[in-house]
């Protein structure tokens, strides 16, 4: 079955500490990758997306993420986090070609708390 | 840039009542919408796609009788959580797809208490 899988549930950094949150999906067909981040009572934002072409991508607020197709796998790296990166941060997910419905499938989401 | 209005922000309703919630697209044509169903620490469970014009597409498990989805215009979406009850309290959140962008944005959710 598709499926999203992240594997870091809570992280705690201090302020300046590199930041990487791993997030992988079972499908061996076409996919789109994305990365939302939702702070405290707000709604959910999009950081960075990736459809084809360059595998590294590079978002909003400095996040990059990697696609390695390989590895079936997007993770969002940021070199040096901020207090205010503080937040639940989720990958999600399309499957399939131009015949799919679309529908965006999330993984289980990481709360990332960076202290300063 | 997308804006995806989705009220109440909050409700509050006695058990066997009805609510509805409305998601709208203010600024593009959503021919899909999507509503998820998110508890407290955890991510966001698609309940179902909303196409408009057309029946909507659920999700295994959730039940088509008790989520009611309308997509009646290409603006808008609307989920009835029908005959409530206390388990039926959470947080769900609508999301817009936008063609023009190929990306998803999101409502900012409604607050579902059934006491």
């Known amino acids: 079955a598709q499926s999203v899988s992240q594997h870091n549930h809570h992280v705690i950094l201090s302020e300046a500490a590199s930041l990487e949150l791993g997030c992988n999906y079972s499908?061996?067909?076409?996919?789109?990758l994305f990365w939302y981040v939702q702070y405290p009572g707000q709604h959910l934002q999009l950081l960075l997306k990736?459809?084809?072409?360059?595998?590294l991508v590079k978002g909003i607020k400095g996040f990059e993420a990697e696609f390695i197709k390989s590895k079936f796998s997007f993770n969002l790296r940021k070199p040096s986090v901020q207090w205010s990166d503080t937040a639940e941060y989720f990958c999600?997910?399309?499957?399939?070609?131009?015949?799919?419905?679309?529908?965006?499938?999330f993984g289980q989401g990481t709360t990332l708390q960076v202290k300063p | 840039g997308a804006v995806v209005s989705q009220h109440p922000s909050w409700v509050i309703c006695k058990s066997g009542t009805s609510v509805k919630i409305e998601c709208r697209s203010l600024?593009?044509?959503?021919?899909?919408m999507f509503w998820y169903r998110q508890f407290p620490k955890q991510s966001l469970m698609l309940m179902a796609t909303?196409?408009?014009?057309?029946?909507?597409?659920?999700e295994q498990g959730v039940e088509k009788d008790k989520f009611l989805i309308n997509h009646a215009s290409l603006t808008l979406s609307t989920l009835t959580v029908t005959s409530a009850h206390p388990e039926d309290s959470s947080f769900y959140i609508c999301?817009?797809?936008?063609?023009?962008?190929?990306?998803?944005?999101f409502g900012s959710g409604t607050r579902l208490t059934v006491v």
């Open positions: 909303s196409n408009e014009g057309s029946k909507a597409t659920y």
């Open positions: 999301s817009a797809k936008d063609i023009r962008l190929y990306g998803y944005t």
């Open positions: 499908y061996g067909g076409t996919v789109n």
């Open positions: 600024d593009f044509q959503a021919t899909t």
């Open positions: 990736y459809f084809s072409g360059d595998p």
């Open positions: 999600a997910v399309t499957f399939g070609g131009s015949g799919n419905t679309g529908k965006l499938i």
